[in-house]
């Protein structure tokens, strides 16, 4: 495949950010070399009336040569400031703001800056072959697990290509963990990653799909980078099983009005949960093995 003067320009700093990167051990965390947006597309439907919902969050991936974290910053802006007391203080204006807005106009968009959308973190580890995933465990609870990467095992589709954002994109495709995914990944960005736990492949992946149309996953762009790699700042996070973490959650979203009600003395959406239907079950997470 041929490259363009650019592409190799791309190629040549990175590597340079890489040296940079080695030699300033004296920072207290570690450097990204690159800093990758994409937007995380899915689908669910409501209980109440059925309507499938088709929503978008964005996402950073944050990657260097030896580690890559790939978060939501809105949640990693909530949770740094819920980890001090004047961070606290700050986060309950904003919320108490937000829910007067609320309640006096309506205005659900005033709510969306002071919620999460997401508490997924994916954090790789490169040296030890390894990725970290942070995420909700029901109406409150947060587990974390650790998996290999060996756990993603890809078939390369050489003459399948196509271009996004100006660069030269591979099929790939795996079986995991319960869905048929496509990726297209770009040798002419060195770097073996790529959104939620995707890795291994020789370039980054700019796009991943799944067969089900429920999930997906798009790059929209790509910076050079020195920014910090901070850790998680919530340590809340328990280690649990990963399918019993994803059965938890199910448990919760199915069940969520009586869970509330058990939890606080109060009622939430009338305190009774529509019964779940086989259609609104089909809408189900990034992974399906949980089941089994």
Not at 81 to 87: A, F, H, I, K, M
Not at 157 to 164: N, Q
Request: glycine content about 6%; charged content about 25%.
């Amino acid at each position: 495949m041929a490259m363009t003067t650019n592409r190799l320009i791309t190629i040549l700093v990175l590597l340079c950010v890489a040296i940079g990167a080695n030699a300033k051990k004296e920072q207290e965390y570690p450097r990204a070399e690159i800093t990758v947006g994409y937007d995380y597309h899915y689908k669910f439907m409501r209980k109440g009336d059925g309507v499938v919902v088709k929503k978008n969050t964005p996402f950073i991936l944050l990657a260097n040569r030896n580690q890559s974290k790939f978060y939501c910053p809105s949640t990693e802006f909530k949770d740094s400031l819920e980890s001090t007391p004047s961070g606290r203080a700050k986060a309950k204006q904003m919320f108490d703001a937000a829910a007067a807005a609320y309640v006096q106009n309506r205005d659900r968009s005033a709510m969306n800056g002071v919620v999460y959308h997401s508490r997924l973190y994916v954090a790789k580890d490169f040296d030890k072959s390894v990725s970290t995933t942070y995420d909700q465990a029901g109406m409150s609870e947060c587990g974390y697990y650790d998996e290999p990467f060996s756990e993603i095992d890809w078939l390369i589709v050489e003459d399948s290509t196509k271009t996004i954002l100006d660069y030269q994109c591979i099929m790939a495709t795996t079986d995991y963990h319960g869905r048929k995914w496509t990726v297209w990944f770009t040798p002419e960005i060195p770097m073996q990653d790529g959104p939620w736990k995707f890795c291994g492949l020789p370039g980054l992946i700019m796009d991943a799909s799944e067969l089900s149309g429920q999930h997906s996953f798009t790059a929209t762009g790509i910076e050079i980078s020195t920014q910090p790699i901070f850790p998680i700042f919530n340590t809340e996070y328990e280690k649990m099983d990963r399918k019993e973490m994803l059965r938890a959650l199910r448990h919760y979203r199915e069940n969520s009005n009586a869970m509330f009600k058990a939890a606080t003395g109060s009622e939430l959406g009338g305190g009774v949960d529509t019964p779940v239907t086989e259609e609104y079950r089909k809408y189900d997470f990034l992974e399906t093995d949980y089941h089994e």
